[in-house]
């Protein structure tokens, strides 16, 4: 044997032995279906809020008073991007476990997912509470922070690629604290544009050329 099949050997241990332990079936695909949704959402919603922003100190970008009409509005237009990019995301990942010979739900998924939504959990009651106490403009940010938290948890057991989007996701969250009345342009660029990049980047990297 020579050298250069005992690199092809160990790489095909590694290849292995990453499977046993982490979700390797995450689609880029996915990501870039789950940004295209995103941005769709945000064109609705920044009609529905046009000329309905008052810049003021809670508010900022989502600041209305009373109007529970627009605020359904908006939960139907974040229901609708969450369907949807959940929907895309499942498919292209389950094409590409499919394609591997591999099973969608497994241990390493299971892992995923748990590390995924307890930060996404906790964030969701946050997120209410800033409701509750009438700090909509946080929403933003708090989304982008403990969206980018859930993804550095959940990249220990799947490609760390996603380790990377998660710090991006929480600089924008944090950035976005400082630039309120513009919340809904940091929510597009970090759930829209950021994953739209990064899922390019993963199936350039993953999925181009499946036997590298």
């Given at each position: ?10 790489h095909?241990?590694k ?23 995103a ?10 809020l046009?000329g ?34 959940l ?17 969608v ?11 995924l ?13 800033l ?42 969250g944090?950035?976005a ?10 929510w ?15 199936w350039?990297?993953y ?6």
């Open positions: 044997m020579n050298e250069q099949q005992h690199l092809d050997s160990l095909d241990i290849r292995i032995m990453e499977r046993s332990t982490r979700f390797m079936s995450l689609s880029g695909l996915g990501g870039v279906g789950a940004g295209i949704s941005l769709i959402g945000a064109y609705f919603a920044w009609n529905l046009d309905k922003v008052l810049p003021n100190r809670g508010g900022g970008i989502i600041s209305y008073s009373g109007d529970s009409v627009l605020t359904f509005q908006l939960f139907l237009i974040a229901g609708a991007v969450l369907v949807a990019a929907g895309t995301g499942f498919y292209f990942t389950w094409r590409k476990a499919q394609a591997q010979g591999l099973r739900w497994d241990a390493s998924a299971r892992k995923v997912i748990i590390n939504a307890i930060p996404l959990f906790a964030g969701g009651l946050f997120i209410l509470g409701l509750y106490n009438g700090y909509p403009g946080l929403v933003a940010p708090a989304c982008l922070v403990f969206y980018g938290l859930g993804l550095v948890n959940a990249s220990k057991y799947t490609v760390t690629d996603i380790r990377y989007l998660g710090y991006v996701e929480v600089a924008l944090i950035l604290l400082f630039n309120l009345y513009n919340g809904l342009l940091f597009a660029l970090g759930f829209g544009v950021m994953h739209i990049f990064y899922g390019a980047l993963m350039w990297k999925e181009r050329n499946p036997t590298a």
